[in-house]
């Protein structure tokens, strides 16, 4: 499709992907200088790895599913807060059951991901614009719900719940739970990288590209697009773990209407047929967000989020994968190698511009 | 013995059948108890809290103890069923017709309701932080801005249209990502400008106040009825354009096939923009109700745009009897489900709308009057 050796933007890929990893696990070492100080690592950085992790789920259930659902960051709430009402034993809102952290991974895990089946299975018939509409509507009932239940939460959420002693307070030991949210981000995405090539998420693909052909093959396709939901309700749910541990607290707010567009953004900034582009939304949006927020824009008016839609809506207008769209189209552009042996390009197009620099 | 054998072998393998039909079944029937003990916990069952409360009672009793409860909570529903329909109608007439899902229909509905807001303020003049009085108000300094507030929301919807959403027909997923950027701006931009603090529209003096139904001696906001004769018209006009006009005709065969329709020398493009004119002044009009009915404010956009993803999921998305139907059944259940729920469960209604929306789902996944595309 790009017009070039896939195996150079594999390499070139992988080279950046190792690098970024080696920086990301390194940073700690190197700060705090100004540019990577504390806040930018207990802050920006961990905040990136679990949103990602969050937009992970979504962009592997819209990538290889073809579901881009609005339900997962409510999963992603309802871990944390079933993690809240478990472990937390004091003055603040839900069941304080006291229960070990481990515990509490478990509960907000199981939770979290037998309502991402339940979701799966009532919207498993649906597709595409469908889809869409019935997660949103999950995601409202969802906020709703904990909004409106004062033995699990009620509108002020609970709050003062405390990552295992293993992480400790963030704010004394930021780098435990930097590490601990880098180190699940990078699992679930190598888990993810083997799950769309097992049987089941080449079925998955299937599915995605035509419903109805693998279903007269004989295959169940609301089953797989419930057990497809499901995994990624238990990703989210990952995500939801590690935010609860960052912040120490949780409210119906977190979960609503805003929080699921916003993770939606993320996901189409950084490309919602991509899973790098999940990390990579994630940190633009934090970014963004830290920096802009407080102020008022000049001229329009408005706040962080008219910015944030302004460039949603350039990104959906300009490019559909998002920023990884937008590194694939420049990869096919720049790259001169291949290009001569790639089948799928037009010649003329192909040769101009590199061969033109080259000839002078 | 052989015969003996094979008639075992029949019997088993009809009741084998009978269970598997059982099991296909099985949701329907455990959906038509639910709606069964539903209907006998409002009409007979329910009872208030008297001298001993055990938590269990309503805060209504039965239909057949408080008719005159009974009959406000079935008025409550129909009125609000009827502000929805207005404004899903909105909804499902685009969607119907080019398959667009219009996120920034709820940010369509709040706008409208802010310019109609001003527009009234403007009139009356004396803009106090306190809003107006609807002693203050004549008829037509509700009518006007309302209308007004409709046909600039219908240009609004129709510059959307033409400038973001016509050039990428058919790519379905893009339209409705773009339409959900349009709404965080709208959002966004609202909060800045019209501030984030909850004002509503004044009803004109003429229709609010209480009026007598001969009915369990029940006395009833006029308001409520009129937004409810309102929705009526709005339907009876919809349905009277969509049925016997030509470009009603031209409509409902867009929506059967529009390769066709385009074929027969029809110009659907001015078919489409007249629909998404008409489909968002809609919201822009639901929203002069909503705003004198409830109140505007931030937040006010997403809940109107679920109450009309849920009436078109539930009716079927593209018809205009799906939206009448979806919504009196999500009135209805959020009406009765407020105040028919033991007193301890109440906070649960909510659930209550979900419930339906999944019941109508696992059984008819394109709604109850939809039909595949």
Known sequence: MTGFGSGFQQW?????????????????????????????????????????????S??????????????????????????????????????????????????????????????????????????????????????????????????????????????????????????????VAVVVYVVIRYLVRTPFGLTLQGIRDDPLRMSSLGYNVPLHRTMAFGFAGFIAALGGVLFVWWNGHI?????????????????????????????????????????????????????????????????????????????????????????????????????GQPTEGASR | MSNAAADAEHAGSRVAASRRALVRRGPAGVALIAVAFALVWVLFAARTCGTSCTGLETTFGSAVHDPHDFLITLLNAVTAAGLYFVVASGFTLIFGLMRVVNMAHGAFFLLGGYIALKLQRHFVGGDSAFGLLSSQVSWWQWLVPALVAAVCIGIAGLGMQQVFLRWNQGQELRQALITIA???????????????????????????????????????????????????????????????????????????????????????????????????ALAGFGGAIGGSFASLGPGVDANWLLYSLVVVIIGGMGSLVGAAVGSLLLGLVSAFSAVYLPANYTYYSIIFTFALLALVLAFRPLGLFGRPA
């Open chain 1, 251 to 351: 409210d119906p707010a977190s979960i609503n209407i805003g929080a699921a567009i916003d993770l939606l953004v993320i996901c189409v900034i950084g490309g919602l047929y991509r899973l790098e582009g999940a990390w990579l939304g994630a940190l633009a949006f934090v970014v963004i967000q830290n920096y802009v927020r407080t102020d008022y824009l000049p001229v329009v008016g408005g706040t962080f989020h008219s910015l944030i839609g302004a460039i949603f809506l350039l990104i959906i207008l300009l490019s559909p994968g998002g920023l990884m769209g937008i590194w694939g189209a420049m990869l096919g552009r720049v790259a001169p190698a291949d290009r001569a042996t790639s089948a799928t390009g037009i010649p003329g197009e192909q040769g």
């Open chain 1, 58 to 183: 979504l962009i592997f259930l819209s990538a290889y599913g073809g579901m881009v659902s609005l339900a997962q960051i409510s999963i992603f709430g309802i871990a944390g807060f079933a993690l809240g009402n478990a472990v937390t034993n004091g003055n603040t809102k839900g069941l304080n059951l006291g229960w070990s952290p481990w515990w509490g991974i478990v509960v907000g895990l199981a939770v979290a991901t037998a309502v991402a089946f339940l979701f799966g299975a009532l919207a498993s018939r649906s597709a595409g614009i469908y889809f869409l509409m019935i997660t949103l509507t999950f995601a409202v009932i969802a906020n709703v719900f904990f909004g409106a239940d004062l033995s699990l939460s009620g509108f002020g959420g609970i709050s003062g719940i405390q990552a295992p002693s293993w992480i400790g307070e963030v704010s004394a030991h930021p780098y435990r739970l930097y590490y601990a949210a880098f180190v």
């Open chain 1, 12 to 56: 070139l890929e992988r080279s950046i992907g190792v690098a970024a990893i080696f920086f990301v696990a390194a940073a700690p070492l190197l700060a705090p200088t100004p540019i990577m100080s504390n806040y930018f690592i207990s802050t920006i950085l961990t905040q990136t790895f679990f949103l990602g992790i969050a937009a992970a």
């Open chain 2, 182 to 280: 349009i709404a965080i701006i709208l959002a966004d931009q609202m909060i800045a400008h019209f501030g984030a603090f909850t004002q509503d529209i004044a009803w004109p003096g003429l229709i609010d106040k209480r009026v007598r139904i001969h009915l369990a001696g029940v006395e009833y906001s006029l308001t409520r009825l009129a937004i409810l004769a309102t929705a009526i018209l709005v339907g009876a006009a919809l349905w009277l354009w969509l049925k016997k006009t030509r470009t009603g005709m031209v409509i409902r065969a867009g929506v059967d096939d529009r390769q066709m329709v385009s074929a027969l020398g029809v110009n659907i493009q001015l078919t489409f923009a007249l629909a998404f004119f008409v489909g968002s």
